[in-house]
């Protein structure tokens, strides 16, 4: 897509808009889809959107930025690229795509363990500057040889997903017939022919495959079958006893990804973990879980006013992001959002989406009388009626 035609994308619904009309159906629904009914990933944005904030007027708002820190780094944006599996059905090298992106807008980009680029290649495209997130392997040895992977190609923080104790149910894969690593079957021959702009795209790009586990399949196993998925497939549930060989396997920032309780979020600090990611993985594992932001300033109050939280699941607007610093996160991680914009025009679209969400910040910081990021997380939630509720130390 032209830059022109990008210029008139307005908002991340736009960019969902535009990727449903380049991609096939199979492959929008996979980066869309939720898990069962979808409830929870409905609830996750309908929940952000429900938050007011109390503007504060007669402020100087002309100097405005969105620097934030996190663990001795600073972004020019308080969010980053979340991991995502299997981006580069919706373009190829749509990971190096997210990553060059990230790099531009000097924003944080992680690294799915499910990843189609491998962690050496991103390594290179970041110069070492990365996060990856990792899939405990059934076979601890692999695991442990995927976070040294990561460690000497430069990633700096070790995110731990800790939500997929069992693949989900995920509906309109599974009605669609899709199975990952992604396999040209009819339906998705006869879908991808009324998309030609993609059908190129990934007849002539390499394959979506798992670039980073294919060496731990069987011998001889090729590389993008399922039964080589699925022998790396087999997640180990974590328990808390395994934090302690994780934290020797990595001297880095440590964080669990998933924890949606108190009572989790209470023992991994407990157990001496760097931070937390609160999501519910975007709706895509437990239809049942709340949305994200309705457990945050729980969170936040069981961790104290210094422990890291980012926030994660459900972000569609850059307001979203600014009211998630508000009741408690100290940074934002997007997906869908930035992947509907590799699908609709690869690292263009992804730079793309990532204007949006800091226009919109922005425009926030300016209405609301938040010019900076800790102006911002000192925000007031305010109830429908108007009576403040959130946090007015600013000791978040």
Known sequence: M??????????????????????????FDYVDGAVEDELGVVR????????????????????????????????????????????NIVWPDAD??????????????CLSTVGSTSIEEIGRITGGD??????????????QDLIRRARDAGAWLLMVTVDVPLPAKRERDIRNGFIVPPRVTPKMLLDGMRKPNWAIHYTLGRKPHLASLTEYTSR??????????????????LGWEDLE????????????????????AKKAVEHGVDGLVVSNHGGRQLDAAPATIDVLPAMRDATGPDFPLIFDSGVRRGSHIAKALALGANFVLVGRATLYGAGVAGQPGVERSIEILADEIDRFQAQTGAPTYTDLRQLEIATPLGVETGNKSGSR
């Open 44 to 87: 996750n944005t309908e929940a952000l959107n429900d938050i007011q904030v109390n503007p504060h007027y007669m402020i100087e708002v002309h100097k405005r930025d969105q620097v934030a820190p996190l663990f001795d780094h600073t972004f020019s944006h308080p969010f980053g690229i979340a991991p995502t599996g299997m981006s």
């Open 245 to 264: 060989w994780l934290r020797k396997a990595f001297d880095g920032p440590l964080l669990l990804k998933g924890i949606l309780s108190v009572r989790d």
């Open 130 to 143: 990365f996060w990856f997130q990792l899939y405990p392997q059934q076979d601890r040895s692999a695991s």
């Open 220 to 237: 001889g196993s090729p590389k993008n079958t399922k039964a080589a998925f699925m022998a790396v497939r087999r997640w180990r549930a």
């Open 96 to 109: 190096a795509c997210l990553a060059r992106a990230a790099k531009a807008a000097n924003i944080p980009y």
């Open 2 to 27: 032209r830059m022109a035609k990008l210029s008139r994308i307005l908002t991340i619904s736009d960019m969902r808009k535009a990727a449903q009309k380049r991609l096939p159906k199979v492959v």
